[in-house]
């Protein structure tokens, strides 16, 4: 099992900036990918960021350019730095952590924290 932990989330004025941070504890050693994805009131869970153990990282077009997801392997954690922050990036931020399992890839999240931008 993995348990993901995320910190970071508030409020904050358009234009902000705000770091969100996550980290892993259990079976960490298996994890390949880390990432962050984002939930608005009334819509489906959305890719935000992701980030592989070689470094290799993918964003959603709406965040490229205002986000970098960064990874500290000897921490299990993963960061998420939102600059330039819209009110439409509003929403529960949630932590994704992936890892092989028996050849199978198993998804585990974070309870979610929450990012509020204000017009």
């Known amino acids: 099992q993995v348990q993901l932990v995320e910190s970071g989330g508030g409020l904050v004025q358009a234009g902000g900036s705000l770091r969100l941070s996550c980290a892993a504890s259990g079976s960490t050693f298996s994890i390949n990918t880390m990432g962050w994805y984002r939930q608005a009131p009334g819509k489906q869970r959305e890719l935000v960021a992701t980030i592989n153990n070689g470094g290799s990282t993918n964003y959603a077009d709406s965040v490229k350019g205002r986000c970098t997801i960064s990874r500290d392997n000897a921490k299990n954690t993963v960061y998420l730095q939102m600059n330039s922050l819209k009110p439409e990036d509003t929403a529960d931020y949630y932590c994704?952590?992936?890892?092989?399992?028996?050849?199978?890839?198993?998804?585990?999240w974070g309870q979610g924290t929450q990012v509020t931008v204000s017009s």
């Open positions: 994704n952590a992936r890892r092989a399992r028996a050849g199978a890839w198993v998804d585990y």
